[in-house]
């Protein structure tokens, strides 16, 4: 409360809700900063959108796919206490399209398992992508199961590493086609992680050095385990 002189002599009350002032306050500061954020959100395309909740229903599918399924490694070599796999937001900057440009000859090396077991693999080929101004490169391996299916894959590491992402490194599944001219899209928003990423009683192939990926790959699974 306030006083005001008027001319004639007479005092004038002013009731002042400070409170009222304080609130007041706090919703323009809200809706500031609202406005900043809504600001720096990316405009997405409607196609953008649209992947988006394509790869939002993958992990969705995939949650409940390594909660229910018996052969998951959740539940196959012991029971693994489960919890919804952690996730980058999606971001479409992460795909990318590239042609497999294959090694000649291809080498076949060795590499190790987590449990320190040595395993072949043909280093079949690369594919390339640009990202913040960089040139950049990644294997793609060819591999067989223990059931003679041959399969391709890249495997890699990033800055994020150990940090944010598996302190093993992540993987993305590569399907060839036979067509050389043919362009595949490689999607980081699809990266996941090996199984001992999750129990012990796994043994997952390590990337070498050749497949670090020298910017932050802030897209697709993250850690599981704290």
């Given amino acids: 409360m306030t006083q005001t002189h008027l001319p004639d002599g007479q005092i004038k009350l002013i009731y002042t809700d400070k409170s009222a002032n304080i609130r007041l306050i706090c919703v323009i500061s809200v809706l500031l900063v609202a406005m900043l954020w809504n600001g720096c959100k990316r405009n997405y395309t409607p196609e953008q959108k649209e992947y988006i909740v394509l790869i939002d229903k993958y992990r969705t599918d995939k949650n ?9 490694p959740f539940n196959k070599k012991g029971k693994v206490e489960f919890h919804d796999l952690n996730y980058f937001e999606v971001d479409p900057a992460f795909v990318f399209k590239s042609k497999l440009y294959e090694f000649n000859p291809k080498d076949t090396i060795t590499i190790f398992g987590t449990k320190g077991e040595p395993r072949k693999a043909v280093r079949y080929g690369y594919v390339i992508f640009n990202y913040d101004n960089l040139h950049l490169k990644i294997n793609v391996y060819q591999g067989v199961t223990q059931t003679g299916i041959i399969y391709y894959s890249i495997w890699f590491t990033d800055k994020t590493t150990n940090n944010e992402s598996y302190g093993v490194g992540r993987y ?9 001219n043919f362009i595949y899209e490689v999607d980081f ?24 990926i020298p910017i932050a790959i802030k897209a697709g699974e993250k850690k599981f385990h704290d």
Avoid: G, L, Q, R
């Fill in 172 to 180: 993305v599944d590569f399907e060839k086609n036979d067509d050389d």
């Fill in 64 to 72: 409940e796919e390594m909660k229910n399924d018996p052969n998951s």
């Fill in 189 to 212: 928003n699809k990266a996941y992680n090996p199984y001992c990423a999750y129990s012990p009683n796994y043994s997952c192939a390590i990337p070498t050095k050749e497949d670090f």
